[in-house]
Each structure stands twice: as C-alpha cells, then as structure tokens.
C-alpha cells in the first residue's frame, strides 16, 4: 500500500512475446502424407519444422532440415543441433522409417514419446510376436527365419498354409502366403530380392530377416487409436469387406463404422490395449491391424488375434476417410496430442471409407480414362491418384504404392461400399 506497482512492460516487444509452439516432424519426402500433417500443425497455429532425407528448397531457412534416417546416431544429432537452434514443443513420426529417431529425439529433448526400444520391437514383426508371445497374449506359430539360413533351413518347422513377411517392410510389402513347401522356397527367395531392391527411399532394406507365422482364417480389421499415459482411445474401428487369403496382400477398401456387434468391437479394443501394454506402449497414434473369426461355430475361436500393432497412424491417405464431430482431422487429433492439448475422438454419425485403388498389372502408367465418372459417382468425396503419367506401376508383393484412393461417405456402411465399387469401377488404367 502507497506503492506504486511497476508499469507493465512493452507486450509488444519481442522479447515478450510468447513463442509460437513448434512441432517437430519427421517424414521421409516420399510419403503421402507430408501435406497432410503439415496442414493440420497450421491449423493448430503451430510452427512446423520438417526433418526428412533431402533438402525442400520451397521452404524458409530453419523451417527443413536433411537428416539422415538410416543412421540412428547421425539423425539424433541433426535433429538435436537444429532443435537446440529451434526448439521444439513435440516430435512426430510419421512413417515407419521415422519412429525410432522420434522416439529417440523426444527422450533426448523430454517431450512426450515411447521408450525406443518398445518403438523399436513392435516395428519388427519378429520382436512384436516374441512380446505379445512372452506376455501370454494369443499369438499364430511363427518361425524366425535369419538372413544367412538357406532356404532348406528355413523351411523346417514351417507350418502350413503360412505366411512369409519381411521382418522390417510395411504396408504389405514381401508378404505372401505359402500353402507348401516349394511355395515357401519361392516366397523366401523372391522376399530376399525384394529385400535387395531399392524401397520407396531408394535404398535397399537394412533388415534381411523373414518371418514365417501360421495363417490366420476370418474377417480382417483395423483400428485406429491414440495411447494418453498408457490408456487407449479409440478413434475409428475399420471393417475390410474384401477377403485378405492371398497369395499376397493388396489392401483395398476400409469401412467404418463396422458392420460388427458391439461385443465383438469390443473384443478388439481390449486386445489391442492388451498388446499395446504388453509392448510397453504408453503415448501417440497406433494402427492395429487383426483377423476375427466370425465363425460362430467354430470350437478354436479364440477372440481377435493382432497381426501388427504401429505406433503410428494409418498409412496413405487412408486418415482422410475419418469425419470427427469436432471437424478436426486424424492429423489434427495427433499434432493436439503431441502439443499436450486437449482433442475431440469422437466420429460423425455417417458412415465413411476409402478404397486403395487396386492395381491391375505392371508397368508404365499412360491414362486414366473415367475420373470424371468417378467423382461424379452419388457418395463419392474425392478421388485421388498418385502414381503420374508415366510413372512405374509395381503390383503387390513388390509393389509399395497404390495408384490412388476413393473416398465416400453415406448413411451406412452398405451404401458406401457400393459407392466405392461403382467408382472403381468407372475407372480405366491403361498400364503398358
């Protein structure tokens, strides 16, 4: 009392200006969805700064730097000296190749991440059944077979049917399934050339081992989730209507909601907070993929069983598909996450989807007749390509990019469906 408090300071100096909140994101430059997160850390009116593996001219200084994720230890300290000059409020991952160094550049900076070596097991296929295996949760037969076993070697204890996979590739990339022997010798020898080709980075893999795992039968599903201090919030559960028995694994259309009871939705939610705990996951997005059998009659019918469990959202376009009540989108609802804000999970009442276009057969891309039709199609959002006039088409095993995607949204799952066939089905590929 009787003295006069200080005069408020200049506000609008810089120096006391609260800095804009920054995020981190780590994205290879061939990803679908470099566009995407960065639209959604704008809208958040977050900073954004892009760590990928080649320069992006396009952008001001300090908004990109190059690192380089094939070296762990050389990222870290890219990231780290460009951090220290740009401090960050949140790292993401956005693609498999980057989920380690976030892991690893968040510990470093104490942001909010996973542990790296729970990222790092429940990337590889192999490490991700040892967990699920050792913490007694359901797991198919599987076999490690090494980079440096035969053939010979590799088949023996193999179940059968089976299905090899690369212990390190993503999006079903060098998976096949084998019903005998003289199947699996094919699939492990044409996995390895795989293996040896160059990737979407352009680089050959750095991971040479297969695994082989007993075929799962049923209906296939996806969910999609966010883990806040180790408990999971579902965001979409998704239904794939086309069977998935191979010999490969092509993925097309994914549906949500699904056309699935209630208590079977919620089997699947408990098995994948059950896999997620097992591995020690605690923070961010996850994308599991499973099989149920929806085979009521069925004496070994033992609930949903996980084939992956991501800590990273879904892959391609696919989180466009997704309508929240809060108009945010799956990238928002992650970059609201990592910023330690508070986010809206719950979905519209309409129903929703995307098919992943399918690819007919290899070779070079020279037109595209119909897209008018398609878009056009009643229920059909948008329709997308992403493979150029004169680009390389590569189907599956080898293949790691689809030629587009069709999005629709209707009352009902059954609606959308048909609206998504009778879309693809307007559209002609001429692949020479």
Not at 376 to 402: K, M, N, Q
Request: charged share 25%; hydrophobic share 45%.
């Amino acid at each position: 009392p009787g003295i006069a408090a200080p005069s408020p300071p200049n506000c609008s100096a810089p120096a006391c200006r609260p800095r804009q909140l920054r995020i981190l994101l780590l994205i290879p430059t061939h990803s679908y969805r470099v566009a995407d997160f960065m639209a959604a850390a704008r809208k958040e009116n977050a900073e954004v700064i892009i760590g990928t593996d080649q320069t992006l001219e396009a952008l001001p200084k300090g908004a990109t730097f190059v690192v380089d994720f094939a070296d762990p230890e050389t990222g870290l300290r890219q990231v780290m000296a460009h951090c220290e000059q740009f401090p960050v409020d949140g790292v993401i991952g956005v693609d498999e190749v980057t989920l380690t160094l976030a892991a690893r550049a968040a510990k470093a900076l104490g942001l909010k991440g996973n542990e790296v070596d729970v990222v790092a097991a429940a990337i590889n296929k192999l490490e991700f059944r040892r967990t699920l295996k050792d913490a007694g949760l359901p797991v198919p037969e599987f076999k490690h077979i090494p980079a440096a076993a035969t053939a010979a070697e590799g088949l023996h204890g193999l179940p059968y049917p089976c299905v090899l996979k690369p212990t390190g590739l993503s999006a079903s990339r060098g998976v096949m399934r084998a019903n005998n022997s003289g199947e699996a010798e094919e699939a492990i020898r044409r996995i390895r050339d795989i293996l040896d080709a160059p990737g979407a980075d352009g680089a050959p893999a750095l991971d040479k081992d297969i695994i082989a795992e007993a075929f799962i039968p049923g209906a296939e599903f996806a969910l999609e989730g966010i883990l806040e201090d180790g408990r999971l919030t579902k965001l979409a559960l998704f239904e794939k209507p086309d069977p998935l028995d191979g010999p490969y694994f092509e993925e097309t259309i994914y549906l949500t909601p699904p056309r699935l009871s209630e208590e079977r939705q919620a089997d699947i939610l408990r098995a994948v907070q059950s896999a997620a705990g097992a591995l020690g996951l605690t923070e961010g997005p996850v994308h599991a993929e499973l099989r149920l059998d929806l085979d009521a009659d069925s004496g070994d019918n033992q609930g949903p069983l996980l084939i992956e469990l991501a800590p990273r959202t879904i892959g391609g376009h696919c989180g466009r598909s997704l309508n929240f009540t809060s108009g945010q989108s799956l990238e928002e609802i992650v970059v609201r996450h990592a910023l330690g804000r508070h986010f809206e999970a719950d979905l519209s009442d309409e129903a929703s989807g995307v098919m992943m276009i399918p690819i007919p057969n290899g070779g070079t891309l020279r037109q595209i007749d119909g897209l008018e039709a398609a878009r056009a199609t009643l229920h059909v959002t948008e329709v997308t390509i992403s493979i150029p006039i004169g680009g390389d088409v590569i189907p599956w095993p080898e293949g790691f990019r689809y030629l587009g995607f069709i999005f629709a949204v209707a009352a009902d799952p059954d609606t959308v469906e048909a609206a998504l066939r009778q879309a693809h089905a307007a559209l002609e590929f001429q692949i020479d």
